[in-house]
């Protein structure tokens, strides 16, 4: 079971300067893998770059037919930035709640735009 | 018969009631602000209510029609007109005359003509239904294609109804275009920098991220809708977004307060969506005929879960301001009759005699310990008295938003075309003294509309506009509080005035007067009666009442006036009545005490031959007046006396005086109606050692010599 689970860990800066080879990890992982999970717990800062691979990512999965949840806690400046973004509708620090509570993410639909 | 519960309705209603007047009034200036018909809608609903729960049911019942048609011109069933308007002020001037006289056999018959009035009124206009949702709605390119949706005329009508310091909802759309990020910029900080302005509600709306094979992460696939509750005005908000003016669409509109009943808010969900264009009418009536919930039939009609969640935060943001500003406001001040206030002031009044007193005794007992204490206590009740005077200051502008209605109603009954302007509207001045400024204020402005401003034909043809200009305004000046009734009308007419004065004996014909002395003419008892220059015949009042009043409450008034280019009364008003700091003086065994704000300096006065009536101070000749003859006082002078120099509207003058003996809070007490007649001194006071001191009215006694001297020339 855990073999087809991977867990990719988004660390430090999560922003326009690394969202590109976060990407191709999770794409990779995704080929792999019948679950990916992104682990936030080690992040240091995200910018509107990396919210959009977040739900790029479990866009992309669910369009595979894969699965791709947040794990893992969610720290602080994170958490807030979500919040104050506009992106949570509370301050959430756990990765699994935010998996529910981030805006829009778990609907998985891929507009037709 | 009326319990407490009814007596703080009545109190309530009257706010509102004075409120209301005031929006509708707005209103007429401006009958597209959403913002007042809302407003006018809510005052008249909670006056419904209310009156209902403590039992005015006829209130309550009227006030219902009112509110009916008020919805309907809320939903742009029934369009907004003058007489509209003007019908509705009527109304609300019935519910006034109800709460006033309630057993006024006439009342019934009253509701029934206003009723069958509006509902007249508000027929010839039923548009069909569908035009409640296109066209009123303040929508304002919300869809984020039209970046600069507003129009000139709805921005000034936002930044006058949310001037900074009161606090209001924001509605921000914010969409970035997608190479935002391209030069470095975060939008995020941007949001977060709102975050400081004020409570604010962020909702992404992030359907247009697509999956990482379509998306360029480096572009943005997210906009924003914001809801900010901020005292800042709109321009504030779009500081934030300077630098990204070009790269972003930007839309940011006033929200409208909301009623939160339970059917209002379906009906609130619709509008919203509505408003943004992301639904069609047809599809929110659609589904409030149904039973089904709104949010429900919305999302199977596939309507975008994100615009159907911003709506809904925007409720949420709404209800969480609303129940922040009721909880700050029940926590931020409290209402307190202002009898108890009164009672306050005299409690405070009685201990600062008491502190006198205290300061004497410690002062001839020569005890060290006691003095210290003695001299604290002053300190400490000089604080009291100053904070238990602040509580009692109003600002004017209560009194100013008043007369708005009074110049309105003028003008209708008098053919003029009248702009009211109030400036100033934050001084404070003692709850008493606003009162007492009320009907002579009344008086002066009735003036200036009926006499003083010309009726338009005379104004174009003087090559004016045709509308003329009452201003209100009030300033500090010193420890006076200045206001200004200013028109810019025809001016006071000179050759009438000292006519008029001739014929009734005042002066003499040939009388060659300065304008402040002919002006001061217009204040004389008996001058206004008729059609005098400056009277509404049939008050039965005139100007000698308006002075008289300013009198009794230690100001004065006077006239500036341009023949043809205006006038302006002015009242000069001392900030408080009850205390004031004085000088106290000696003459033989009588205290006197001069009001300190008059006096300039006290000097050493030594009766000599060529001292008689004059003095030489600082270089200059002063005149002097000796108040021990003036008052008849018996006694020996003494070698050397004191003159009190105080400083009048003609340069200086001096009253001699035994001794000055020391600045005194003075705790005014009325004299009684039998010394009303005494023009020499506005009150007295009690002194630490109970005796007591007349306090001098420097401006009348003065009035008074210059009168006499007069006559003997």
Same mark, same amino acid.
């Given at each position: 079971?855990?073999?087809n689970v991977k867990v990719v860990n988004l660390?430090?800066?999560v922003?326009?300067?690394s969202v590109d080879a976060l990407a191709g990890q999770i794409r990779d992982s995704v080929a792999e893998k019948e679950m990916v999970l992104l682990s936030l717990?080690?992040?240091?800062?995200i910018?509107l770059a990396g919210v959009q691979l977040l739900y790029a990512a479990r866009r992309y999965a669910v369009g595979q037919g894969k699965a791709l949840h947040i794990t893992?806690?969610?720290?602080?400046?994170?958490?807030? +930035?979500?919040? +104050?973004?506009?992106f949570?509708?509370?301050?959430?620090?756990?990765? +699994?709640?935010l998996d529910?509570?981030l805006h829009g993410f778990s609907e998985g639909t891929v507009p037709d735009a | 018969?009326?319990?407490?519960?009814?007596?703080?309705?009545?109190?309530?209603?009257?706010?509102?009631?004075?409120?209301?007047?005031?929006?509708?009034?707005?209103?007429?200036?401006?009958?597209?602000?959403?913002?007042?018909?809302?407003?006018?809608?809510?005052?008249?609903?909670?006056?419904?209510?209310?009156?209902?729960?403590?039992?005015?049911?006829?209130?309550?019942?009227?006030?219902?029609?009112?509110?009916?048609?008020?919805?309907?011109?809320?939903?742009?069933?029934?369009?907004?007109?003058?007489?509209?308007?003007?019908?509705?002020?009527?109304?609300?001037?019935?519910?006034?005359?109800?709460?006033?006289?309630? %057993?006024?056999?006439?009342?019934?018959?009253?509701?029934?003509?206003?009723?069958?009035?509006?509902?007249?009124?508000?027929?010839?206009?039923?548009?069909?239904?569908?035009?409640?949702?296109?066209?009123?709605?303040?929508?304002?390119?919300?869809?984020?294609?039209?970046?600069?949706?507003?129009?000139?005329?709805?921005?000034?009508?936002?930044?006058?109804?949310?001037?900074?310091?009161?606090?209001?909802?924001?509605?921000?759309?914010?969409?970035?275009?997608?190479?935002?990020?391209?030069?470095?910029?975060?939008?995020?900080?941007?949001?977060?920098?709102?975050?400081?302005?004020? %409570?604010?509600?962020?909702?992404?709306?992030t359907g247009g991220i697509t999956d990482l094979d379509a998306i360029d992460l480096h572009s943005c696939s997210v906009?924003?809708?914001?809801?900010?509750?901020?005292?800042?005005?709109?321009?504030?908000?779009?500081?934030?977004?300077?630098?990204?003016?070009?790269?972003?669409?930007?839309?940011?509109?006033?929200?409208?307060?909301?009623?939160?009943?339970?059917?209002?808010?379906?009906?609130?969900?619709?509008?919203?969506?509505?408003?943004?264009?992301?639904?069609?009418?047809?599809?929110?009536?659609?589904?409030?005929?149904?039973?089904?919930?709104?949010?429900?039939?919305?999302?199977?009609?596939?309507?975008?879960?994100?615009?159907?969640?911003?709506?809904?935060?925007?409720?949420?943001?709404?209800?969480?301001?609303?129940?922040?500003?009721?909880?700050?406001?029940?926590?931020?001040?409290?209402?307190?009759?202002?009898?108890?206030?009164?009672?306050?002031?005299?409690?405070?009044?009685?201990?600062?005699?008491?502190?006198?007193?205290?300061?004497?005794?410690?002062?001839?007992?020569?005890?060290?310990?006691?003095?210290?204490?003695?001299?604290?206590?002053?300190?400490?009740?000089?604080?009291?008295?100053?904070?238990?005077?602040?509580?009692?200051?109003?600002?004017?502008?209560?009194?100013?938003?008043?007369?708005?209605?009074?110049?309105? %109603?003028?003008?209708?009954?008098?053919?003029?075309?009248?702009?009211?302007?109030?400036?100033?509207?934050?001084?404070?001045?003692?709850?008493?003294?606003?009162?007492?400024?009320?009907?002579?204020?009344?008086?002066?402005?009735?003036?200036?509309?009926?006499?003083?401003?010309?009726?338009?034909?005379?104004?174009?043809?003087?090559?004016?506009?045709?509308?003329?200009?009452?201003?209100?305004?009030?300033?500090?000046?010193?420890?006076?509080?200045?206001?200004?009734? #200013?028109?810019?009308?025809?001016?006071?007419?000179? #050759?009438?005035?000292?006519?008029?004065?001739?014929?009734?004996?005042?002066?003499?014909?040939?009388?060659?007067?300065?304008?402040?002395?002919?002006?001061?003419?217009?204040?004389?008892?008996?001058?206004?009666?008729?059609?005098?220059?400056?009277?509404?015949?049939?008050?039965?009042?005139?100007? @000698?009442?308006?002075?008289?009043?300013?009198?009794?409450?230690?100001?004065?008034?006077?006239? #500036?006036?341009?023949?043809?280019?205006?006038?302006?009364?002015?009242?000069?008003?001392?900030?408080?009545?009850?205390?004031? %700091?004085?000088?106290?003086?000696?003459?033989?065994?009588?205290?006197?005490?001069?009001?300190?704000?008059?006096?300039?300096?006290?000097?050493?006065?030594?009766?000599?031959? #060529?001292?008689?009536?004059?003095?030489?101070?600082?270089?200059?000749?002063?005149?002097?007046?000796?108040?021990?003859?003036?008052?008849?006082?018996?006694?020996?002078?003494?070698?050397?006396?004191?003159?009190?120099?105080?400083?009048?509207?003609?340069?200086?003058?001096?009253?001699?005086? @035994?001794?000055?003996?020391?600045?005194?809070?003075?705790?005014?007490?009325?004299?009684?109606?039998?010394?009303?007649?005494?023009?020499?001194?506005?009150?007295?006071?009690?002194?630490?050692?109970?005796?007591?001191?007349?306090?001098?009215?420097?401006?009348?006694?003065?009035?008074?010599?210059?009168?006499?001297?007069?006559?003997?020339?």
């Open positions: 079971m855990s073999s660390t430090g800066s922003t326009v300067s717990s080690q992040a240091t800062e910018d893992g806690a969610v720290p602080m400046p994170v958490a807030q +930035r979500l919040l +104050r973004c506009g949570t509708e509370e301050l959430i620090q756990d990765g +699994r709640a529910e509570g | 018969m009326l319990d407490g519960f009814q007596e703080s309705f009545r109190a309530e209603a009257q706010e509102l009631l004075s409120g209301l007047e005031q929006t509708l009034l707005e209103l007429e200036q401006n009958p597209d602000n959403r913002e007042s018909i809302a407003a006018v809608f809510r005052a008249m609903h909670t006056i419904k209510g209310s009156a209902g729960m403590f039992g005015f049911d006829d209130i309550s019942a009227f006030a219902h029609h009112v509110e009916s048609i008020l919805d309907g011109v809320r939903n742009g069933e029934v369009s907004i007109t003058a007489s509209l308007i003007d019908l509705t002020l009527q109304c609300r001037d019935h519910i006034q005359q109800m709460l006033d006289n309630p %057993d006024d056999p006439d009342l019934p018959a009253r509701s029934r003509t206003l009723q069958e009035a509006l509902e007249a009124e508000a027929r010839p206009a039923p548009k069909e239904r569908s035009r409640t949702f296109d066209t009123p709605l303040p929508t304002e390119g919300i869809g984020g294609d039209e970046a600069d949706g507003t129009t000139p005329d709805r921005v000034s009508a936002e930044s006058s109804s949310s001037a900074p310091g009161v606090p209001a909802t924001w509605h921000i759309r914010f969409v970035p275009h997608a190479d935002i990020m391209a030069n470095g910029t975060n939008p995020l900080l941007l949001l977060e920098e709102l975050h400081e302005m004020g %409570d604010c509600t962020v909702v992404a709306h906009f924003w809708d914001v809801f900010l509750t901020t005292r800042e005005g709109k321009s504030a908000i779009s500081d934030v977004f300077m630098f990204v003016v070009d790269q972003a669409d930007l839309t940011i509109r006033l929200v409208e307060e909301i009623d939160f009943g339970d059917e209002q808010q379906y009906r609130r969900l619709g509008q919203i969506l509505i408003e943004r264009g992301v639904v069609e009418p047809a599809v929110v009536e659609e589904a409030l005929a149904g039973q089904k919930r709104l949010g429900q039939v919305l999302r199977e009609r596939g309507v975008d879960q994100d615009e159907i969640d911003a709506a809904l935060r925007e409720q949420e943001h709404a209800r969480r301001t609303r129940e922040k500003v009721q909880s700050e406001a029940g926590s931020a001040s409290i209402r307190v009759q202002s009898e108890k206030l009164d009672d306050l002031v005299d409690l405070v009044g009685e201990l600062v005699t008491l502190q006198a007193r205290l300061n004497q005794t410690a002062h001839l007992s020569g005890d060290a310990g006691v003095g210290v204490i003695a001299e604290n206590f002053e300190r400490l009740i000089g604080e009291l008295r100053d904070h238990t005077m602040s509580i009692r200051m109003l600002p004017i502008s209560s009194s100013f938003s008043r007369f708005r209605r009074l110049v309105r %109603d003028l003008a209708r009954d008098l053919g003029k075309e009248v702009d009211l302007i109030t400036e100033g509207g934050d001084t404070e001045l003692d709850k008493t003294v606003i009162e007492r400024l009320h009907d002579p204020l009344v008086h002066v402005i009735r003036n200036s509309v009926d006499h003083g401003l010309e009726p338009p034909q005379d104004r174009i043809a003087a090559g004016k506009s045709s509308n003329g200009t009452i201003a209100l305004r009030a300033r500090h000046v010193g420890a006076n509080v200045e206001i200004r009734v #200013e028109d810019d009308g025809r001016g006071l007419n000179r #050759e009438k005035i000292l006519l008029r004065a001739a014929e009734r004996g005042l002066v003499s014909p040939e009388a060659q007067l300065e304008d402040r002395e002919l002006y001061d003419l217009v204040f004389m008892a008996g001058f206004s009666t008729a059609e005098a220059v400056t009277s509404v015949s049939g008050r039965g009042v005139g100007m @000698d009442v308006v002075r008289r009043e300013l009198d009794s409450i230690g100001g004065s008034v006077s006239i #500036e006036s341009r023949s043809g280019e205006g006038s302006a009364l002015v009242m000069t008003i001392p900030l408080t009545l009850a205390i004031i %700091d004085g000088l106290l003086v000696r003459i033989g065994e009588e205290r006197f005490v001069f009001p300190l704000s008059n006096v300039e300096e006290c000097i050493e006065y030594l009766r000599t031959p #060529e001292n008689r009536g004059t003095v030489v101070n600082r270089g200059t000749m002063m005149p002097v007046i000796d108040l021990r003859s003036e008052f008849s006082i018996q006694g020996e002078y003494p070698e050397i006396e004191q003159a009190v120099v105080v400083r009048t509207g003609n340069g200086c003058i001096g009253f001699i005086v @035994d001794a000055v003996i020391g600045e005194h809070q003075t705790v005014i007490k009325n004299l009684g109606k039998l010394y009303n007649n005494v023009e020499a001194v506005s009150g007295a006071t009690i002194l630490g050692d109970g005796t007591v001191a007349l306090i001098i009215d420097v401006q009348r006694l003065m009035g008074r010599i210059t009168d006499a001297k007069r006559h003997i020339k």
